[in-house]
């Protein structure tokens, strides 16, 4: 069966996400999505909620599983026995990251393969750095995160401002 990782910080988990997620999974025997347990930053969601909010947000594709990993992604690839890192790619903005980050990989470890994946025209300008932005200023956020995710973005806010 073919198997692919989806990687990325996931705080918050948004509705592009979602898109590149649903996408990958009908193009996979199995779809990975790995939740990365950055000790370097300090996310606005712990990797176990982020994790329970991918759960959730998921739920109804039953050839994704959500897990959490540390350390370095092609170690989790080849602990994982998988070959195929899908990533998705908005603007010009992301290419320059997203492609440095894909040689180094390629570099570490030459069997794992980057795959991209462009956005959905809709999502083109949705992150999770500008729907936590836009929450912290009491904006709306419907329909850029699951809805099971909006309040927790909201509650996180009120709670910070405490
Ligand atoms: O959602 P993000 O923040 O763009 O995802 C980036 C992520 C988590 C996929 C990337 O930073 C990663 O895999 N980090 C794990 C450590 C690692 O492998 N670093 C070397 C990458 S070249």
Redesign the pocket.
């Known amino acids: 069966m073919s198997q692919a990782i989806y ?4 705080d918050p988990p948004t509705c592009g996400h979602l898109d590149i997620i649903e996408r990958a999974s009908k193009c996979f025997g199995l779809l990975k999505v790995a939740v ?1 347990e ?1 000790v370097q930053k300090t996310p606005m969601f712990t990797t176990e909620e982020r994790v329970s909010m991918l759960k959730d947000a998921c739920a109804h594709l039953a050839n994704v599983r959500v897990e959490s ?1 540390s ?4 170690d989790y690839c080849r602990a994982n026995n998988t070959k195929i890192v899908v ?1 998705g790619l908005r603007a010009v903005s992301d290419f320059d ?1 997203e492609f ?2 894909a040689l ?2 390629k570099k ?1 470890a030459p069997e794992v393969e980057t795959v991209f994946m462009i956005t959905s025209l809709k999502y083109l300008y949705l992150s ?1 750095s500008l729907v936590k932005e836009v929450a912290y200023y009491g904006g709306c956020i419907k329909g850029l995160v699951p809805s099971s995710v909006e309040n927790m973005i909201f509650d996180r806010v009120r709670a910070k401002e405490q």
């Open positions: 990687p990325g910080s996931f990365f950055n990993y350390g370095l992604l092609i990533k990251y440095k980050m180094m990989n570490l999770s």
